[in-house]
């Protein structure tokens, strides 16, 4: 088992920074492969970063969010910067049991975090 716990979402103004934790314990290390992901209300769940073999980042946040993880303290972060109103959702963080998995797709990650709140204002 993989749980995983996210932190550092918040109210934030239009252009201001955030970075996204999410700390991973149990059965997890360099072998799993990790994601973010977002849902806004009455929206799917969407793919926002993704790391594991190679590391992917959505179009919509191409350039303004960067996915990085520290296998030492099995965190991985998401800095989020030049944020935009329609980057508010609740962010989960995903892990998969193996890093050879298609970084995009949501049936790819067997262990998802409770998520964690950005509120960008305009």
């Known amino acids: 088992q993989v749980q995983l716990v996210e932190s550092g979402g918040g109210l934030v103004q239009a252009g201001d920074s955030l970075r996204l934790s999410c700390a991973a314990s149990g059965r997890t290390g360099s072998s799993n492969a990790m994601a973010w992901f977002r849902q806004a209300p009455g929206k799917e769940r969407e793919f926002v970063a993704g790391?594991?073999?190679?590391?992917v980042v959505a179009d919509s946040v191409e350039g303004r969010f960067t996915i990085s993880r520290d296998n030492a303290k099995n965190t991985v972060y998401l800095q989020m910067n030049s944020l935009k109103p329609e980057d508010t959702a609740v962010y989960y963080c995903a892990a998969s049991a193996t890093r050879w998995v298609p970084l995009g797709a949501v049936n790819s990650y067997a262990y998802w975090g409770q998520g964690t709140q950005v509120t960008v204002s305009s």
């Open positions: 790391i594991g073999v190679i590391t």
